[in-house]
């Protein structure tokens, strides 16, 4: 047990390695896309304790304040304030912090169901593959946007759970596609059926064998299918069947600041630049990692 332990041990610290090494090989454009996610993540995670202010808190003397202006009771605010006055830099924290919690779970939420429909599918195959799979293309071949809006109509906003749950999934499809095609190319390569013979059962079969050899799949479809989350909900909030105030995210922002767009253009400009860097930063890790984690692309050679 204790020589496994420490064999285990080990690869962990050799998959470091390479992971490592594999960042430090990287164009400088990834490295600074991985570096501004590194940011976003950082603020998602401290943001209560970093902003400078109370997000919801209202000075109307200080309202629609520019960029690097100073209110007139002496409180400085490098993003300005938007027009309630409220400082914009700590609404920005705050909408970051909102927008990625919702974007982050959502987003495995909808991996987690989509392998599990797609292995359902691939171990049971004849009719319940065929459900599944007719599912699957309505799914595909539906405006997902309207999905949500009508499931909103219906259950009503204001509930963030219910908002995560609709938000995640989006693409669910997707990764049922992946995990069926590669569960079933797994099972005509044999070593499942080997595994099985030897006899574990089918849990120990899809978790310890089957999935991490389409990990690497899975992980370049979440990191593609991120951004898409993102723009699902700040476009959702920004239409006012989102995020419900007093909470507040980067859709809520953009949708405060169109009416301001002439006067005070930093009101929807900084959220619009921080939801177009952050989709970009994703979309470039996620072509980085196609690249390094598929083994028949011209860069692998």
Known sequence: MAFAEATETIERRSGLRTVLARVSVAPLIVKMAMAWLILVLFIAVTAHWIMPYDYQQTALLSRLLPPGAT?????????????????????LFSSIQLTMLVAVFG??????????????????????DD????????????????????????????????????????????????????????????????IRLLGAGTMRVYLRHILPNILAALVVQVSINFPETVILETSM?????????????????????????????????????????????????????????????????
């Not at 987003?107 to 319940?128: D, K, M």
């Not at 909103?152 to 095609?181: H, K």
């Not at 989102?242 to 405060?256: A, F, K, M, R």
């Open 107 to 128: 987003t495995v939420f909808g991996a987690i169901v989509g392998s599990c429909i797609g292995f359902v599918a691939a171990r049971f195959r004849g009719w319940v």
């Open 71 to 91: 209110g007139p009771a002496g409180d400085f605010h490098i993003l300005g304030t938007d027009h309630l006055g409220r400082d914009l830099l700590s609404r």
């Open 131 to 194: 459900i599944i799979m007719v599912l699957v293309d309505f799914q595909a071949s539906m405006p997902f946007v309207i999905i949500a809006l009508s499931v909103i109509a219906v259950m009503g906003t204001g509930n963030m759970l219910l908002f995560i749950l609709l938000v995640g999934f989006q693409g669910w499809e997707r990764y049922a596609r992946i995990s069926r095609g590669m569960t079933l190319s797994a099972v005509n390569h044999g070593y499942a059926a080997s």
């Open 237 to 301: 909030s920004f239409l006012g069947v989102g995020i419900q105030p007093p909470n507040t995210s980067l859709g809520n922002l953009l949708s405060y600041g169109r009416d301001y767009l002439l006067n005070a253009w930093w009101i929807a400009g900084v959220p619009g630049c921080a939801i177009f860097f952050t989709t970009l930063s994703m979309s470039v890790v996620g072509d980085w990692l196609r690249d390094e984690l598929d083994p028949t692309t011209s860069s692998r050679a």
